[in-house]
């Protein structure tokens, strides 16, 4: 059988590529280096060997047809490829490793042991990024992520377990006092709180309390897009708050916090390292996937939530 892409000069494709993914030849064309012209000419001679539309010449737009729109999948996918390729092999950033990553999971449990990383891989230097924004790693310049979801693929990645994602109540001592000796789960219906109306209704929900409508607790007062600011609000307020038994170890450790309750949300998802397929050999990444498994191996906590609740699609342990 002939191989299809003989006849196909590689440029095309690579113009084609640009065209698709940034919705425009001149868009296309300012990337390349080339002019608007040259992009057209090459994406028309494209669609002349395959006998078929590939975009849709709109008065001030151009649209992909279902073919162009096929091809730009296969063509986006083949074009990663051999950035990524070219890259490990030239040895571009090859001592820079980029992760992108939440703010709690970087600020209470990363962060305080990359640099052992960084003493047991001293070519390889960090860059950590906090933003909530999911960075697409197949095109964008991130090596790896670590997410939080309840999913375990996402096409074209490899994924590395990390922990569970639950989370539990948590208090200070001083807060705790306030509830009196031996405190139910119900006792939080009176007591000030941080959180969604849906955390707490979860829990309230697993502990068997009835709805908290209408206690003269009310709602939470304060609800943040990430655990760090609730649980430090908590902290700071003396009210109770939900976290990461994982990420918040220390803390409970040291007696600044408790854990009251046997009783955890958010149970069906986790933690994953997540990067590109085709780039798991890569010596920076490969590094980091190892040392970041040996430390959830090693961390009490994580083991402990991980024996509780296992990665999503995995049946629960009995006992």
Partial sequence: ?????????????????????????????????????????????LERRLEQPLFRRLPREVVLTPAGERLARAAGEAMTALRSAFADLAGVDAGV??????????????????????LAHPSIAVRLDTSSRVVDLLREDADVAIRASDRR????????????????VLMTPRALAALGPSPSPSALLDAPRVGS????????????????????????????????IEVAAGMARDEAAFGSPVMFAREIAEGRLIQPFDLHI???????????SDRRR???????????????????????INARFPPPGEAVPPG
Avoid: C, H
Wanted: aromatic share 10%.
């Fill in 197 to 228: 109306d849906s955390e707490w209704a979860a829990f309230f929900a697993a502990a068997g309390v009835a709805s908290p409508a209408g206690r003269r607790g009310g709602p939470p007062r304060l609800a943040a897009d990430n655990q760090i």
């Fill in 266 to 276: 958010g149970v069906g998802g986790g933690y994953w390292l997540v990067y590109p």
């Fill in 153 to 168: 693929e996402w096409p074209g990645l490899e994924v590395v377990y990390l922990f569970s994602s639950a989370q539990t």
């Fill in 1 to 45: 059988m002939s191989d299809p892409l003989a006849s196909i000069p590689l440029s095309a494709i690579r113009v084609f590529e640009a065209a698709a993914r940034l919705g425009g030849f001149t868009r296309a064309a300012e990337e390349l280096g080339m002019t608007q012209a040259a992009v057209s000419w090459q994406v028309k001679a």
């Fill in 282 to 304: 890569t010596r920076k990444i490969a590094a980091f996937r190892d040392w970041l498994r040996e430390q959830v191996e090693t961390d009490p906590a994580a083991q402990a």
């Fill in 97 to 118: 490793l980029s992760i992108t990553t939440l703010q709690t999971l970087a600020n209470q449990w990363l962060a305080p042991r990359l640099g052992a990383f960084q």
